[in-house]
């Protein structure tokens, strides 16, 4: 891809533009359509498009292997995490406000300063963190595995036959 000039310079001013609105799908889909797998598809495809033009050696010096393979596994330790974060508290899995009855009911108190209805009102509610939670491990692990994915067929070597 070296000699075409205009599809790298394309792609530098496009990749940008392609990860702010994979980070809008992130955080707006519990809002609308969008969520955690379709953000992780998106980055994935920002990863994907620098590595079809750059090269794969280029990709690999911006997310090594060894970093996205992690991310996968944190990715899933989050999306676990908060499901068994949630039953550990007591609550049910998603349903469970820790602002009003887990760890943060000294916050409040703390916070009487703030304009609101509520002093804690700029905090989520248990039940949107915990969404927000769970879109962030998939889109996380999403991007690390469509990336791995990627990483594998581009690695491999030609068969001629």
């Known amino acids: 891809m070296n000699s075409f000039p205009i599809i ?3 792609t530098k001013l496009l990749i940008p533009y392609i990860l702010l609105f994979g980070l809008y799908v992130q955080f707006h889909g519990d ?6 797998f379709q953000a992780g598809v998106i980055f994935a495809a920002a990863l994907i498009l620098y590595g079809l033009v750059y090269g794969l050696p280029a990709v690999h010096k911006v997310a090594p292997p060894k970093v996205i393979e992690k991310l996968t596994a944190l990715g899933l330790l989050v999306y676990a995490g908060t499901g068994l974060a949630c039953m550990l508290l007591g609550g049910n899995f998603l349903d469970y ?3 009003n009855h887990g760890f943060l009911t000294e916050l409040p108190a703390a916070l009487d300063f703030l304009p609101g209805d509520k002093p804690h009102h700029f905090l989520p509610e248990g039940q949107h963190l915990g969404i927000f939670l769970v879109e962030l491990g998939v889109g996380i692990t999403v991007t690390a595995v469509m990336t791995m994915i990627f990483y594998a067929f ?3 070597e030609r068969v001629t036959t």
């Open 97 to 99: 406000d820790m602002l």
């Open 31 to 36: 809002f609308g359509p969008g969520g955690g």
């Open 154 to 156: 581009a690695g491999r």
């Open 8 to 10: 790298r310079v394309i």
